[in-house]
């Protein structure tokens, strides 16, 4: 896998929304830079965890892809191709090919409409089956490989629980035959029993029709279980990206350590070994955000250099940082 050429590249993709101000003349003023020049990429069947805080541009980012929120700068390419500024009709073999599941699936299913229909909608936009017949087939059919009964295919939204929900929302996106799951914390809203027989139906999915993840979440126990590599996103920028094993056994970045402190890991030596280090302080908004790195005001290892540069994400081999003491 790690030489497979990647599904997904991002490369320095920012989101910038501008600030207007002035009743009569209105003028921009500033920018919020939810996302500030983020790259990554992710390779055919493997899961890329994106995480931090609340606010730190990752929803941004999965909508980005998308292409359902404009990109400012930067560049989507998908499969080889640079899909930033297709047009509607170029961008509709690709769309096919990467899927949305919400947090909330609920508000992302159409109440009116059986799941029979809600599966198949999908398919008639993109032209998928021939029949109606065909498609309520298709559509029991994807219900029973989300581990529900195809028989509930006649019900309606509003009878099934949030994680039923939630299965029904990953059988409307396999519906596409997808390569390419982008998922916006998509436990984050059930019950932790549920919580898990979901991160279970994501694994055998992905085993099953070789599904890549962009597995965006806030939950650092779901994201380690899920991923293979992940990212550590701050203030609209990566500021740490690694293997899974390598960043929660030795997070390099002062906010990847911080944010992975509250995380226990199983092997008592690897806990005892690893960094603990704590922040205090509220997240600076993305509006004007502090100057050199992000997150020198709330660096307990800031130095004078910290304010004034930038730090690069540097490649280091196992991990890629951006911190000037590391
Ligand atoms: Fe902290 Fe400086 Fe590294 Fe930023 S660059 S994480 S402020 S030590």
């Known amino acids: 896998m790690p030489h497979d050429p990647p599904l997904l590249s991002v490369e320095g993709l920012k989101v910038h929304f501008p600030v207007h101000a002035g009743v009569i003349r209105r003028r921009q003023v500033g920018a919020v830079k939810a996302v500030d020049g983020v790259s990554f990429t992710v390779r055919p069947g493997e899961t890329l965890g994106l995480v931090g805080e609340s606010g730190c541009g990752k929803s941004t980012t999965g909508l980005a892809v998308l292409r359902m929120q404009a990109a400012s700068a930067g560049r989507i390419v ?9 047009s509607r009709a170029a961008l509709r073999p690709f769309r096919r090919r990467m899927q949305m599941i919400y947090q909330d699936p609920f508000g992302a299913l159409d109440p009116r409409m059986t799941v029979a229909d809600i599966i198949a909608e999908p398919m008639i936009v993109h032209n998928i089956g021939t029949s109606r017949a065909e498609r309520r087939d298709r559509a029991q059919d994807l219900l029973a490989m989300v581990g529900l009964r195809p028989d509930m295919a006649t019900r309606y939204v509003h009878e099934f629980s949030g994680g039923q929900r939630q299965r029904i929302g990953i059988a409307r996106a396999l519906s ?54 992940i990212a550590v996103m701050y203030l609209g920028k990566i500021v740490e990206i690694a293997g899974r094993d390598a960043l929660y056994a030795r997070p390099l970045h002062p906010y990847s350590q911080a944010l992975l402190a509250s995380i226990a890991i199983p092997d008592p030596e690897l806990e005892a070994s690893r960094p603990q280090i704590s922040v205090t302080g509220e997240v600076p908004g993305a509006l004007n955000p502090p100057s050199g790195c992000r997150f020198h005001p709330r660096c307990p290892r800031a130095a004078a250099v910290c304010a004034r540069e930038e730090p690069v994400l540097r490649d280091l081999g196992e991990q890629a940082v951006a911190c000037h003491l590391v």
């Open 78 to 86: 998908f499969d080889g191709t640079d899909i930033t500024h297709s």
């Open 176 to 229: 596409m035959q997808p390569d390419l799951l982008i998922c916006d914390e998509p436990v984050s809203a059930l019950d932790v029993s549920i919580q898990a027989q979901i991160v279970n139906l994501f694994e055998s999915l992905q085993d099953r029709f070789g599904l890549a993840y962009l597995f965006i979440a806030h939950d650092l126990a779901v994201v380690r279980h899920m991923s293979d590599r």
